[in-house]
């Protein structure tokens, strides 16, 4: 019955009986309050009506209220919501908890609301980061960590460290300087014309890479991800870094103009370089080949998600 009287909703509203179409949408929910399907249906139709508040405070219930999937739902519906319409100032936090649902992996939802894009950029370093000293810094942890676990994840000739450089003293000025430089480039240029709060980095890690070194295709964790090269080879191939590009629908924002990226067939390839930071989407697959320079390559991964 519960579900009769929902679809009796929908035709009323197609053929703009809105009134009794509210009226439908209401009796089919009070039928079994335990049944959320309807409220989704009855917040599509006052979004449809362009009732914002009203569906939104639908989808909070139900994230309180709901089992895990109607939860994680809810919640990536309401981020959808808040995103779009620019309603909601805690964005960050519901596509955060949304993103670690089950529905994180359903790529055609994710491109559906955050269209996969890769943006490159130079950093000024000057007066604020010394390179040589960081990268010192990242050697002498290697030492002191020797057999870390995260350098067995199946990459050759590599050393990774731990994802927690964002809660390490030792580097807490290059993680807020890489923090306040990824967010004000995205608010410039990419999420200018959106509802955007900040980006804030969960997980920060190096990466030193040495002849020989390769690293396999994988995708990150968070809602957005980047690399910062400290140091990197002027060779002809220093370790290209490359994206997978199925449906060739990646966007490509090259800032600064550089002209070391290929996009052919279905993979986008660049040549990246000291100072350079890469942001893309977390779900994004890539790799980098082989680095056949005698010079070790040194990045600063990261993974990000919204911060409200």
Partial sequence: MQKIISNIAFVLKEYHFFILAEFFHKIAISIDKKNFLPLFKYANFLI??????????????ISENGNDNEKSESLFLLAILAFNKNIDKNIGELFAKSYQSKLRSDSNILEKFYPPFIMTLD????????????????????????????SKHGHINTYQSSHDLNKNPDFEKIYSFLEKNINLNLKKYFFK????????????WFVISRYGSKMHKHSHDG?????????????????????????????????????????????ITFKPHTKQLIVFNSYLEHW???NISNISRISLPWDGDYKN
Wanted: net charge negative; aromatic share 12%; hydrophobic share 30%.
């Fill in 48 to 61: 449809e009506r362009k009732k914002y508040t009203q569906a939104e405070k639908i989808y909070f219930e």
């Fill in 223 to 267: 809602f957005l991800s980047g690399v910062f090269y400290t140091k990197i080879s002027e060779d002809d191939n220093p370790g290209f870094i490359k994206f997978n590009n199925p449906q060739k629908n990646i966007n490509v924002l090259n800032i600064n103009d550089n002209k070391h990226y290929v996009s052919k067939d279905d993979v």
């Fill in 288 to 290: 980098v080949v082989d």
């Fill in 193 to 204: 014309d959106k509802n955007f709060s900040s980006i804030e980095i969960k997980k920060l």
């Fill in 123 to 150: 950093i000024n370093i000057d007066g604020e980061i010394d390179l040589d000293e960081l990268n010192n810094n990242f050697h002498d942890y290697e030492k002191k960590n020797s057999k870390n676990s995260f």
